[in-house]
């Protein structure tokens, strides 16, 4: 599984960055997972630096221009450049932010243009009885991967982020009978707009209140391939146990 940890703003400093660090390093040694963390670019700088271990880095966002005159950006090239292998695009904290689907589609290419495999995130802010919230998402998900070639479109993960299951616990996470619901819809989707056997393929994550207590039921037989984790992937003992629940 794919387990990528948003450390948000939570880390903001070089020594609770690097304990973090090494717990992920051992964690990755023994669980098998696949193990991603997405720091504060200065500290993403820090860690990914001559990083040889089966960690990888992504970015939490990436700048949607290509650089030049524009004082506080952060470019996909970069990222690269600094050593990450991934960047989240459309988080709902960056959408809530100004980012509009139009600018993540540029985010995407901008990412994927210099070798970042990107990690989208979609989600709705409430769920309603008329199925909107399913309109809404299908939204997010077509008009970031409708500008994109077919085979860059089947190099992004797809995360699914619900709005109101983020920043909360385990007990407000997502049901998991809902869960594989979501995940069906998406690979859905996503077989309108993946050529083959692409929509099968595709990795789908889940985040949203993701804790060490619920993140077994809600993955197993839901059709996820990895969690994204936010307040619980910031403290070493509730991430190892996160990771260790998973083995
Ligand atoms: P959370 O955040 O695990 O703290 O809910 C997840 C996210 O926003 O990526």
Same mark, same amino acid.
């Given at each position: ?63 949607? /221009?290509? +650089? +030049?005159?524009? /004082?506080?950006?952060? /470019? ?40 970042? =495999? ?10 309603? +009885? ?15 991967l409708?500008?994109l =070639?077919p085979?860059e479109r089947a ?13 909360? =616990? ?23 707009l993946l050529? +083959? ?42 991430? =190892? ?7």
């Open positions: 599984m794919l387990i990528a940890a948003n450390w948000k703003a939570y880390v903001e400093d070089t020594a609770r960055a690097k304990a973090l660090f090494s717990a992920a390093k051992r964690l990755a040694g023994k669980s098998g997972h696949e193990i991603v963390l997405a720091p504060p670019a200065p500290l993403l700088g820090l860690l990914a630096r001559g990083n040889r271990s089966a960690v990888a880095f992504a970015a939490q966002d990436v700048s949607h /221009t290509t +650089g +030049g005159a524009q /004082t506080g950006e952060v /470019t996909a090239q970069a990222y690269a450049a600094a050593g990450a292998a991934y960047a989240i695009v459309g988080h709902s904290e960056r959408r809530a932010a100004g980012d509009t689907n139009a600018l993540v589609a540029e985010k995407l290419a901008h990412a994927l243009a210099h070798g970042l =495999t990107p990690i989208l995130c979609v989600g709705e802010q409430a769920r309603d +009885g008329e199925g909107r919230y399913l309109a809404f998402v299908r939204d997010e998900l077509t008009s970031a409708e500008p =070639t085979k190099k992004v993960v797809v995360a699914y982020e619900p709005i109101w299951a983020i920043g909360k =616990t385990a007990a407000e996470a997502i049901h998991p009978t809902d869960l594989t619901e979501m995940v069906l819809y998406l690979r859905k989707i996503l077989a309108g050529p +083959g056997k692409g929509a099968s393929r595709a990795r789908v994550l889940y985040g949203g209140s993701v804790e060490p207590s619920g993140v077994r039921d809600l993955t197993a037989g839901s059709g996820v391939d990895g969690v994204l984790v936010g307040h619980a992937s910031v403290d070493a003992k509730s991430f =190892t146990a996160l990771v260790l629940a998973l083995m």
